[in-house]
């Protein structure tokens, strides 16, 4: 994207627009005692108007503002991402009709008891997001089984998908193969096994302090009768096969390819459905994704246009006009990382954003590079994991077939409030070394 280098509030005004929009009519409507009350007004008609706004009050041609937006729209996380919303949804909808996911949640059920399934899925979530660097791939693998284990066991399905999405979420911020570690230690130009280390000690801490809550209070509502869950191993074999592939460190759209190709022999040989029908539920899974597809290119031109207008910028001088010491140079980098999530929507390109800007306040306030780097990757990924527009909660969300809304999960995301409170905690009492 083009980074202008302007600061302007009013850059800022359309995104703004579209989050009072899209969370007030929410906020509204579930106030009101509306069924699936953040589902009523689609996200991409929301961020509309806002997009329409940006035209009209920024400075410039249109045909200037097509080519900015059209350039956000088209850049390549945005695309990448889109294509892998298609290929989940793909995957997602051949296995279930396959009898993939209700094979798959009984053998759960069977070997797991419900109040272990939260911290589990934590685990689990976890260890393939560390593995693969891949928060969104965590989640594409193990929303479809979360969902059904969550409706099948009693256990609250916000509650775990929030333990969910923590998992992802550490592993995303963790692992040495992220796009947000590689981000964040190349604009501090630091070692990555120097950020891990010193990331480590603040994110092992929450994630132990998370599991020992999510135990305590992963209690069903109701304990579900004993009963005996019949499953098939072959039908849960395409979940395990995207799994191993995705933590061995296969590329993503090689592994859903793959996953799609393996749950629709299962489905033929099983007579689930016919070599055309196995086409449509391909097709089927493609449209599912069409709203959170709109929505993501949609944000992409947007985020584009408010960068580029100087709202960015605007948010990165008042953080910088607050910074008075080393602890507040600190919590400064993390808050402006956090703040440009918010705005952009994408973990790595808030840091990217933001790391030679952290990299000058580290150098002035003689901030250890290493701690900058892990702020950095640190809140970025609080943020992103949080907001309710991002590729993270709108996939996870997706498969709750409108169920679940964000601010049903949002409160419930302990780790990443653990975690913040954490880091913190950290920039007060650790000195750096």
């Given amino acids: 994207m083009n980074i202008k280098e302007k600061s302007s509030f009013l850059g800022l005004v359309p995104f703004l627009i579209f989050i009072g929009i899209y969370l007030g009519s929410g906020i509204i409507l579930d106030s009101l005692g509306v069924e699936l009350a953040f589902y009523q007004l ?40 889109c294509i892998i919303y298609l290929l989940a949804g793909a995957f997602a909808t051949v296995s279930k009709t396959m009898g993939g996911v209700d094979s798959t949640v009984n053998l759960g059920l069977t070997f797991i008891p419900p109040n272990y399934i939260a911290p589990g899925l934590f685990l689990i979530a976890g260890f393939i997001s560390t593995a693969t660097g891949t928060s969104v791939g965590s989640i594409v693998s193990l929303a479809p089984i979360a969902v059904g284990l969550a409706e099948k066991s ?170 008075k010491g080393k602890r507040s140079a600190e919590v400064g980098i993390g808050v402006l990382v956090a703040l440009t999530d918010v705005a952009v929507a994408n973990n790595t390109v808030a840091i990217i954003i933001n790391g030679p800007i952290a990299k000058k306040i580290a150098k002035k306030y003689d901030v250890c590079p290493k701690r900058s780097a892990a702020i950095l990757d640190i809140f970025s990924c609080i943020a992103q994991g949080a907001i309710p527009y991002g590729a993270q909660m709108l996939i996870l969300l997706s498969f709750t077939q409108g169920k679940i809304s964000p601010l049903q999960v949002i409160p419930l995301l302990w780790y990443q409030m653990i975690l913040a409170l954490f880091t913190i905690l950290y920039i007060i009492y650790k000195k750096n070394d």
């Fill in 154 to 323: 009693g256990v609250s399905m916000p509650f775990v998908l929030a333990a969910l999405m923590g998992g992802a979420m550490f592993g995303d911020n963790l692992s040495i193969v992220s796009d947000t570690t590689i981000a964040a230690t190349k604009t501090q130009g630091v070692d990555m096994k120097d950020k891990f280390k010193e990331n480590v000690k603040i994110a092992a801490p929450a994630a132990i302090l998370t599991l020992i809550l999510l135990i305590i209070f992963g209690n069903p509502d109701s304990i579900p009768a004993i009963t005996e869950y019949n499953y098939n191993l072959i039908k849960v074999l395409p979940y395990i096969f995207v799994l191993i592939l995705a933590v061995a460190g296969i590329n993503v759209f090689v592994v859903l390819t793959a996953g799609i190709a393996i749950s629709g022999a299962i489905g033929l040989y099983y007579g689930s459905f016919s070599l055309l029908g196995y086409s449509k539920e391909i097709y089927n899974g493609f449209t599912g994704m069409t709203e959170i597809f709109l929505l993501s290119l949609l944000t992409g031109g947007l985020a584009a246009l408010v960068t580029k207008a100087g709202g960015v910028e605007w948010i990165i001088g008042v953080i910088q006009k607050n910074i």
């Fill in 42 to 81: 689609p996200a991409p008609v929301a961020i509309f108007p806002a997009i329409i706004i940006a035209f009209l009050i920024f400075k410039g041609s249109i045909k200037e503002k097509f080519e900015t937006f059209l350039e956000g729209c088209g850049h390549q996380d945005i695309i990448t991402m």
